[in-house]
């Protein structure tokens, strides 16, 4: 009996002997565990939420050298949304986002060579110098958005993305949709671009390419029939007023329809030495001493003028009263190719003097077609139109081919950011447009 006493009172010990080791390992286990989760929730995030590492260069910053600007996150000049409303570049325009619209005349144009002659729409394009190239760490996207309370709802979509350190892609999409501030001012685009740049290891080495889609569709309604909208006696909502082409359906007044297709690359190549200021840093940047670059652009054009309509209201010039139909479509293929050549002389500090020397050959070539469909192409009516008018074909078409050969000089002259000086020259050597 003493034994089998001797033996539970063992058992017993070492029972709670045991409980008391499983306790102390539970206790020391756990507060191992809370000094390692405590540890790791003092470690610092591998992703830096920061905007200084959202970097873009622009064509005409990389035609200078290779260097990046940081995004602008807020929202100044948010509110010129609208292209005609741009206070250091104004206009003349009919009043409402997506309408005819003209630069003043104190800011010509100083192209030379072929042009189309439609200037009406051209603010909405989305043009291949204009693409943004990005430099991001980590995936960039970027939504704006305007209206939907009101008339004007413009929408805006963006995403870049590293590839690996030297070559990033980015798209770009657009939408607009306007009802205007009159009936028959319905404006409407979509625009997209799909971008890339790469650069060699070497710094050398540079390519940019991207693809731009354009398609714009804007109304007209040929004013409206009331010669006193603001009289005491019409105070009343905008949309009430009869516009001189009214179509309930929208289907049969005039419109402008447009597109813009255009694929663009560029190659450039840095020679000699190279001035590197911020090396390995995102706020780098190289300024070559001399850079040869080779452009080419691959551009279609489409406008079309469609009216199915009789024009009562004397809207449009007389030589189409007579018209119910009238569907115009022109069509321009442009090919460009362009050589470029840059000499940059500095002294010992990059942003003291620097004098500059750039030489380059442009060749276009130019397709054109033009196809008229009108209701009515032979007018017998002598009052309103004197000048006997032959019979026309209901179908015309017109189809020529234009080049140009293009040389261009600048020399400039910049001290620091204080002054920048140059002087432009493009001269017209053979082509089309000899002599421009």
Not at 85 to 111: C, E, H, I, M
Not at 253 to 268: C, I, T, Y
Not at 331 to 359: D, H
Request: charged residues 20%.
């Amino acid at each position: 009996m003493k034994l089998i006493v001797r033996i539970l009172a063992a058992w017993c010990v070492l029972f709670v002997y045991s409980m008391d080791v499983i306790a102390q390992s539970k206790e020391e286990w756990s507060s191992a565990l809370d000094s390692a989760r405590a540890k790791e929730d003092g470690k610092k995030d591998s992703v830096i939420l920061s905007a200084k590492y959202i970097r873009y260069a622009t064509l005409d910053m990389l035609k200078k050298g290779t260097y990046t600007r940081q995004i602008d996150t807020s929202h100044h000049n948010y509110q010129y949304y609208n292209p005609q409303n741009l206070p250091w570049n104004p206009s003349v325009n009919l009043g409402a986002y997506g309408l005819a619209t003209r630069d003043l005349l104190f800011q010509p144009k100083k192209t030379i060579g072929f042009q189309s002659g439609f200037t009406a729409l051209e603010r909405y394009l989305l043009n291949p110098d204009s693409i943004q190239y990005f430099r991001a760490r980590a995936r960039y996207s970027e939504l704006s958005a305007v209206g939907f309370f009101f008339n004007d709802q413009v929408f805006r979509a963006r995403v870049a993305q590293n590839i690996n350190s030297q070559w990033n892609m980015n798209v770009d999409f657009h939408s607009t949709k306007t009802d205007g501030f009159y009936l028959g001012q319905n404006y409407s685009d979509l625009k997209a671009s799909v971008a890339s740049w790469y650069e060699s290891k070497n710094n050398r080495y540079n390519l940019l390419i991207n693809a731009v889609f354009n398609r714009l569709d804007a109304m007209e309604n040929g004013s409206i029939t009331e010669d006193l909208p603001f009289a005491p006696g019409n105070r009343q909502s905008p949309d009430r007023f009869i516009p001189k082409f009214n179509d309930p359906s929208k289907t049969n007044v005039p419109r402008s329809k447009w597109w813009d297709n255009s694929l663009f690359l560029r190659q450039s190549l840095y020679l000699g030495r190279l001035d590197t200021i911020d090396k390995g840093k995102p706020t780098m940047q190289i300024h070559p001493t001399n850079s040869m670059a080779h452009n080419t652009r691959i551009r279609r054009q489409t406008y079309n003028f469609f009216k199915n309509m009789d024009d009562q209201n004397a809207a449009l010039p007389y030589n189409n009263k007579a018209l119910a139909l009238n569907s115009d479509k022109t069509l321009i293929t442009n090919v460009s190719n362009e050589f470029e050549y840059n000499f940059f002389l500095r002294g010992k500090s990059v942003f003291k003097n620097e004098a500059k020397l750039n030489l380059a050959f442009q060749h276009d070539m130019n397709w054109v077609e033009q196809h008229q469909l009108d209701s009515m192409r032979y007018y017998n009516n002598t009052s309103a139109y004197p000048q006997p008018l032959k019979k026309l074909p209901d179908s015309t078409t017109f189809d020529r081919f234009y080049q140009n050969g293009i040389v261009k000089g600048e020399l400039g002259y910049k001290f620091s950011d204080r002054l920048d000086f140059s002087l432009k020259a493009n001269q017209i050597v053979f082509g089309h447009n000899f002599g421009d």
